[in-house]
């Protein structure tokens, strides 16, 4: 089984429809990431937690929303989701003892 | 500010050529270097984490080392399997990630 999942893997929305993303961990890292990938921009930090508790905005914070309902859970909301947020994202997780991210498979959000 | 600087940003080689990949940082207080593989439609794929000028790491066909001003991906001999998209990612925090564009290696038979 894979230590990071995403769901969904692929979802196309609406602009204005609110739209969650999950991601789960079977590691029992502490750490949790969630990054957007551009072409041509590279991977950049949304929102990053250290553990349920503690939740910081990355370099791309706005028009996003985090929640770690547990420790192998954390989930990113799009309130209200615009065309410019089309994108792949990801989760990734890290120990607190080590400095490695290790990234889950992606979902490809489409906003129309 | 920082950044990360990948070049070339495309990379065309003949099976058994081999290469390097370059990554130029600037930094205020590098706490490491990561390179990771990123195939199509994939999350990236941890390779390696360097942490101070002169560290060199190795896997399989793939080398990396790391002076005070880049990183160098080398790889020997590549088969069409190594094609895929390197990222290079630098940190002066400790966890977050700032990275490069990537390069695009495509390997031919």
């Known amino acids: ?112 | 500010e920082d950044q990360v600087t990948q070049s070339p940003e495309a990379l065309r080689l003949q099976e058994g050529e081999s290469s390097s990949l370059n990554c130029s940082y600037t930094v205020s207080g590098l706490r490491g270097l990561f390179w990771y593989r990123q195939d199509p439609g994939k999350g990236p794929e941890f390779l390696f984490t360097l942490y101070s000028a002169g560290e060199e790491k190795e896997k399989e066909r793939l080398k990396a080392t790391l002076t005070k001003k880049e990183s160098f991906l080398h790889i020997t001999a590549p088969k069409p399997e190594d094609s895929a998209t390197y990222l290079c990612a630098v940190t002066n925090s400790g966890y977050a990630l700032n990275f490069g564009k990537g390069t695009s290696l495509l390997v031919t038979p």
């Open chain 1, 1 to 112: 089984d894979a230590d990071v999942t995403q769901t969904p893997r692929n979802r196309i929305t609406k602009t204005g429809k609110r739209i969650m993303l999950e991601c789960s961990q079977t590691k029992g890292h502490d750490r949790m990431y969630w990054y957007r990938q551009d072409p041509g921009l590279g991977l950049r930090l949304i929102y990053y937690s250290f553990d349920v508790k503690d939740i910081n905005k990355g370099e791309i914070s706005d028009g996003y929303s985090v929640s770690r309902q547990a420790q192998a859970k954390f989930s990113l909301s799009l309130e209200s989701a615009i065309p410019n947020q089309t994108a792949l994202y990801f989760c990734a997780i890290e120990g607190s003892s080590t400095d490695t991210q290790y990234f889950g498979p992606g979902t490809r959000l489409t906003v129309l």
